[in-house]
């Protein structure tokens, strides 16, 4: 039973392309988070929802906009791709935000922007 | 401005020994601080954690020690296998938002 589930694993595209990227935890967390790992080997945050509310937005380019139908979902759509924005993405959950809660990552997305 | 360092990229022990990883953070805001490992093309998962009220937690083969006077913590793991090669990530917390370091691959050589 996969805890955090992602997809798609793997995701090429082109410039100027709109794309999303899924995300479905089964562990009954109430937050979730987008972290993105880019060259540099950085993880960082860039969204954080709390029951479905929008509780953190990094410095994050318009672009990029997280939606939250319900508690075990949260997507990542991105408009407009650029080089720039090739990363892997991971979601995350947990259950509140302190070390009690450590977060629970998928898989990563590898996103190529060509 | 990284608020979390790993100045080490890469760390080689052989089994058996211990392994330390180091981890120093700038914002004394920090309130708890984790470890996470990460295999290749999976993600991080979660190791050990610590409350900025403690100096020290312990889970089996692993310790996360903090000198919050210094602000520094790190990881020991004893004994080594060669399992625990990884990526390893510390990561300093706040009101849910966690902090990165740049991570330390770690080698343990048979």
């Known amino acids: 039973d996969t805890a955090v589930s992602q997809t798609p694993k793997y995701l090429v595209t082109q410039m100027g392309n709109d794309k999303s990227i899924k995300c479905e935890q089964n562990?009954?967390?109430?937050?979730m988070y987008w972290y993105k790992q880019d060259s540099k080997k950085f993880l960082k945050i860039m969204f954080s929802?709390?029951?479905?509310?929008?509780?953190i937005n990094e410095t994050v380019p318009n672009r990029f906009s997280p939606k939250s139908p319900d508690k075990a979902h949260l997507n990542l759509h991105i408009n407009s791709l650029e080089l720039g924005d090739s990363a892997v993405y991971f979601c995350?959950?947990?259950?509140?935000?302190?070390?009690?809660?450590?977060?629970?990552f998928g898989n990563g997305t590898r996103l190529t922007v060509t | 401005d990284q608020q979390v360092k790993q100045n080490s990229p890469s760390l080689s022990v052989q089994e058996g020994r211990i392994s330390i990883l180091n981890c120093d953070y700038t914002?004394?805001?920090?309130?708890?601080f984790l470890w996470y490992k990460k295999y290749p093309a999976e993600g991080p998962t979660f190791l050990i954690s610590?409350?900025?009220?403690?100096d020290k937690n312990e889970d089996g083969r692993f310790t996360v020690f903090l000198n919050k006077s210094a602000k520094h913590l790190s990881l020991h793991i004893v004994p080594s296998q060669p399992g625990d090669s990884a990526v390893y990530f510390c990561?300093?917390?706040?009101?849910?938002?966690?902090?990165f370091g740049k991570g330390t691959l770690l080698t343990v050589n048979p």
């Open positions: 990561a300093a917390g706040s009101n849910y938002k966690l902090t």
């Open positions: 929802y709390n029951n479905k509310e929008l509780i």
């Open positions: 914002n004394s805001m920090f309130d708890y």
């Open positions: 562990l009954g967390h109430d937050t």
């Open positions: 610590i409350s900025s009220i403690k």
């Open positions: 995350a959950s947990s259950r509140g935000g302190n070390y009690n809660s450590p977060l629970h």
